[in-house]
């Protein structure tokens, strides 16, 4: 069965940090590019971080410096690594992980940062 499981969500202050866990399983992690997405109610899904199979990563220009995406395949797990945290980084957080025709979503961890 396949599932991608985030965690680490939370509140956080400005500034502050938080780091994301996408657990995955049921698929063969490393042939895999994977994604976070963020979407607040009512707003369009908006690509945050990705990390391609080889390691490559780009991020949206709102979080470049401020986050890092990583992977260890070894774990079947990725990371993002958020700094300098704002107050527009509230939304929810995705993970999403592709190749070929396959395509596969988690649930989502909640991040809000708030003062």
């Known amino acids: 069965q396949v599932q991608l499981v985030e965690s680490g969500g939370g509140l956080v202050q400005p500034g502050g940090s938080l780091r994301l866990s996408c657990a995955a399983s049921?698929?063969?992690?490393?042939?895999?590019?994977i994604r976070w997405y963020r979407q607040a109610p009512g707003k369009e899904r908006e690509l945050v971080a990705a990390?391609?199979?080889?390691?490559?990563?780009n991020y949206a220009d709102s979080v470049k410096g401020r986050f890092t995406i990583s992977r260890d395949n070894a774990k079947n797990t990725v990371y993002l690594q958020m700094n300098s945290l704002k107050l527009e980084d509230t939304d929810v957080y995705f993970c999403?992980?592709?190749?070929?025709?396959?395509?596969?979503w988690g649930q989502g961890t909640q991040v809000t940062v708030s003062s």
């Open positions: 049921g698929f063969t992690f490393s042939n895999y590019g």
């Open positions: 990390i391609s199979a080889g390691g490559i990563t």
């Open positions: 999403n992980a592709r190749w070929r025709q396959s395509n596969y």
